[in-house]
């Protein structure tokens, strides 16, 4: 069992950049790549990000290409989720999850964190 711990959400401006990380309880980057999600009020769970269990391989979603990165420090079983000129449209609870190969696919994932919220004003 891994737990997820999700955090650096918080209430920023439009045009504005967060971090998110996502802690894990025990070692990754043997096994799993880990992903980020989000979803807003009434909307379906989004892809936003994963990465691959060395680092090694990252993808996207086309949405936050060239604003977003993903990033991961095994010495501290962290991943990070660099997110920079925000918008209002992306308020959401952001997830990580880990599990499996690299995917897109929500369902890949057998671990999930609580979420940390995401605010972003315009």
């Known amino acids: 069992q891994v737990h997820l711990v999700e955090s650096g959400g918080g209430l920023v401006q439009a045009g504005d950049s967060l971090t998110l990380s996502c802690a894990a309880s025990?070692?990754?980057?043997?096994?799993?790549?880990v992903g980020w999600f989000r979803q807003a009020p009434g909307k379906e769970r989004e892809f936003v990000g994963a990465?691959?269990?060395?680092?090694?391989?990252?993808i996207v979603a086309d949405s936050v290409r060239g604003r977003f990165t993903i990033s991961r420090d095994n010495a501290k079983n962290t991943v990070y989720l660099q997110m920079n000129s925000l918008k209002p449209e992306e308020t959401a609870v952001y997830y990580c999850?880990?599990?499996?190969?690299?995917?897109?696919?929500?369902?890949?994932?057998?671990?999930w964190g609580q979420g940390t919220q995401v605010t972003v004003s315009s």
């Open positions: 999850a880990a599990g499996g190969p690299l995917s897109a696919r929500w369902e890949t994932y057998i671990y």
């Open positions: 025990e070692r990754t980057d043997t096994t799993y790549a």
């Open positions: 990465i691959t269990r060395t680092g090694g391989s990252r």
